[in-house]
């Protein structure tokens, strides 16, 4: 029988630094998708605000108007000028 020698192999220079190359564009987009994660939350942050604050503008509308429409009665307001007709 013939004994099998344990003949270490090795990777070519070029395709050693092609696997390294690899490894570290994952690493990168690792990276991306976290920052791409974290834009999210904050967005999300900034929509749920926007939407407070939306909701908050339309309350302070309404209190406004009812209050303008009790103190002068139905009517269009010019904004320029401030005249109701």
Same mark, same amino acid.
């Given at each position: 029988?013939?004994?099998?020698?344990?003949?270490?192999?090795?990777?070519?220079?070029?395709?050693?630094?092609?696997?390294?190359?690899? %490894?570290? /564009?994952?690493?990168?987009?690792?990276?991306? $998708?976290?920052?791409?994660?974290?834009?999210? =939350? *904050? !967005? +999300?942050?900034?929509?749920?605000?926007?939407?407070?604050?939306?909701?908050?503008?339309? %309350?302070? /509308?309404?209190?406004?108007?009812?209050?303008? $429409?009790?103190?002068?009665?139905?009517?269009? =307001? *010019? !904004? +320029?000028?401030?005249?109701?007709?």
């Amino acid at each position: 029988m013939a004994k099998q020698e344990n003949k270490i192999k090795r990777l070519t220079e070029e395709e050693l630094l092609n696997l390294r190359r690899v %490894k570290e /564009e994952y690493k990168n987009i690792k990276h991306e $998708f976290g920052e791409i994660a974290l834009l999210k =939350i *904050n !967005i +999300d942050q900034r929509q749920t605000r926007a939407e407070q604050y939306f909701e908050d503008l339309k %309350k302070s /509308e309404s209190t406004l108007t009812q209050s303008l $429409f009790e103190k002068y009665g139905p009517g269009n =307001i *010019n !904004i +320029d000028t401030g005249e109701i007709t």
